[in-house]
């Protein structure tokens, strides 16, 4: 069965460090990989698409990357500040007509 | 501005009542589908179009009806609510099935009691 999971559930870090985000995918043979971000009461923004033959994509202080031989996908935050707290999601398309699956977040909450 | 808009955004109603909600989008996309969210089990698919008068089931069709008359519009129609229905639901656009970028609607929070 084709599963998405993000570890941990929560997160808590201090204003200004650097962290990453997990995400892990059952079966490798992914056709692209994407990240969401959540607010409460808010629909999905997304803010990074990795396609399979890609290793990552950068957005400002966002760094995504993508595994496919270990199936795991990593988001990293930069200097990260109070505006980054939400659920961060990825989701995995695994051929260009199937179905996206998404994993269950991580709700990142940033401290000042 | 691009968007994908949903109406109600949040609604309140008994079992068995039908009820309608609609999604539009103004991007020309092809491809629309609607999600359900619910603690502990993430966004599941429900529906999705892939064109005008093409639709097809996603993971959690039961209980719902989907139309594409229209490109732009993609309406979730509940016949008969039921408790179990209670939940978050997005619906999301994108250019054609592939390999691009999703856009998602606010959500409506459905609530039946």
């Known amino acids: 069965k084709q599963e998405v999971t993000q570890i941990p559930a929560a997160l808590s870090v201090p204003e200004g460090e650097n962290l990453v985000l997990n995400c892990s995918f059952t079966?490798?043979?992914?056709?692209?990989l994407q990240w969401f971000r959540q607010d409460p009461g808010k629909g999905l923004t997304s803010l990074l698409l990795?396609?399979?033959?890609?290793r990552e994509q950068t957005s400002g202080r966002l760094n995504a990357s993508l595994d496919k031989s270990s199936g795991r996908s990593t988001l990293y935050i930069a200097a990260s500040q109070p505006g980054d707290s939400a659920t961060y999601l990825c989701?995995?398309?695994?051929?260009?007509?199937?179905?996206?699956?998404f994993g269950s977040g991580t709700r990142l909450s940033i401290r000042p | 501005e691009a968007q994908v808009t949903q109406n109600p955004r949040y609604l309140i109603t008994v079992t068995g009542k039908k009820l309608t909600v609609t999604c539009s989008q103004n991007?020309?996309?092809?491809?629309m589908s609607w999600y359900r969210q619910d603690p502990g089990l993430g966004l599941r698919q429900i529906y999705y179009?892939?064109?005008?008068?093409?639709?097809d089931k996603g993971d959690v069709p039961e209980g719902y009806k989907v139309s594409r008359k229209e490109k732009r519009n993609f309406p979730l129609i509940l016949e008969s609510p039921s408790p179990n229905q209670t939940s978050l639901y997005f619906c999301?656009?994108?250019?054609?099935?592939?390999?691009?970028?999703?856009?998602f609607g606010p959500g409506t929070r459905l609530t039946v009691t």
């Open positions: 999301a656009s994108t250019p054609r099935q592939g390999s691009y970028e999703q856009y």
């Open positions: 079966d490798s043979a992914i056709y692209n």
């Open positions: 990795i396609q399979s033959s890609q």
């Open positions: 989701a995995v398309k695994y051929s260009s007509a199937s179905k996206i699956i």
């Open positions: 991007m020309n996309h092809e491809y």
């Open positions: 179009s892939m064109n005008v008068e093409v639709t």
